[in-house]
């Protein structure tokens, strides 16, 4: 099976805290991540590390995070969904073979109120079941008040036959749909039914494998924690300083690098939950969740 290879040097990373790939970009990643607990609601500590893509319909900007726990991928839609008669649809090239026409390797979900799929072909209508068996959409659109804006979805790996390793892509495209049936396309340039021109995603995770681990430029631990951490760095790397970033991007705490192996004492009053430490180094930064527990 053919399945292309990207390196780090063209990944984007966005935060949910608000930053968004462009409309027109072909290469995003999907980092790895806790999974969220599939409510229905955009709860911003469950989708901290997700990366958001967004569509543009008269000034109407739906947002499409996504992630990955290893085993399923995750994606959130919200914003001017049932409210603008619009309906989540995702495409995915699993070996990311970029044909201009479907393939066997090739799915279609979207959501309404009942949850469609097929495997080859899209827009497959006698495939839809108000729950499917073996992926998960919350809420469903169901007409009428209070409209229906945010749409979890979870999507195994092993539905699609996707089986992770260092270095994968897959090709994907969302589309919010409207009720007449025109598409409205993430990448804007992307066709439905010409899977060459979806948008190519790299499935992330620092803890999946040595490969990956080796790229990283630190660790820390314990993590998650109570208080306080030890951060170790590669030895050609010299940081100059660091940061704790809270979910909605405000600097909680910062201080000088000294050496490796450093122990950190955060600060005693930051509140359980999920947090970004960012190391500041003279080519650029590194990030990594830390949890306080």
């Known amino acids: 099976m053919f399945r292309q290879k990207i390196t780090r040097t063209f990944l984007l990373v966005t935060l949910f805290s608000g930053i968004s790939i462009s409309a027109n970009s072909q290469v995003f990643q999907i980092n790895c991540s806790p999974p969220p607990q599939l409510d229905g609601i955009a709860a911003a500590d469950e989708w901290f590390m997700a990366t958001e893509v967004a569509i543009n319909v008269a000034n109407q900007i739906t947002r499409i995070a996504c992630m990955h ?136 995770c620092s803890e999946l494998n040595v490969a990956e681990k080796e790229m990283n430029l630190f660790s820390i631990y314990p993590n998650p924690t109570t208080g306080n951490v030890t951060i170790s760095m590669r030895s050609d790397v010299q940081p100059t300083f660091l940061e704790m970033v809270q979910t909605d991007g405000t600097v909680v705490w910062k201080a000088d690098y000294q050496v490796c192996g450093q122990t950190i004492k955060l600060p005693n009053d930051l509140a359980k939950g999920n947090y970004l430490m960012v190391i500041h180094y003279a080519s650029g930064t590194e990030r990594e969740l830390v949890q306080i527990h």
């Open 69 to 204: 726990d290893s085993t399923h991928l995750y994606f959130l839609f919200r914003d001017y969904l049932e409210s603008s008669l619009h309906f989540p649809e995702i495409v995915i090239d699993v070996n990311n073979s970029k044909e201009t026409t479907w393939q066997p390797d090739d799915w279609w979900f979207f959501v309404a109120d009942s949850d469609c799929e097929n495997q080859g072909s899209s827009d497959v209508w006698t495939n839809c079941q108000e729950v499917q068996p073996d992926w998960i959409a919350v809420n469903n659109i169901q007409p009428g008040l209070p409209y229906t804006d945010t749409i979890e979805i979870a999507i195994p790996f092993s539905k699609i036959g996707y089986t992770l390793g260092s270095g994968d892509s897959i090709g994907i495209a969302f589309d919010v749909m409207s009720a007449g049936g025109s598409s409205h396309m993430y990448p804007e340039t992307a066709d439905k039914l010409n899977p060459s021109t979806w948008a190519t995603a790299a499935i992330i």
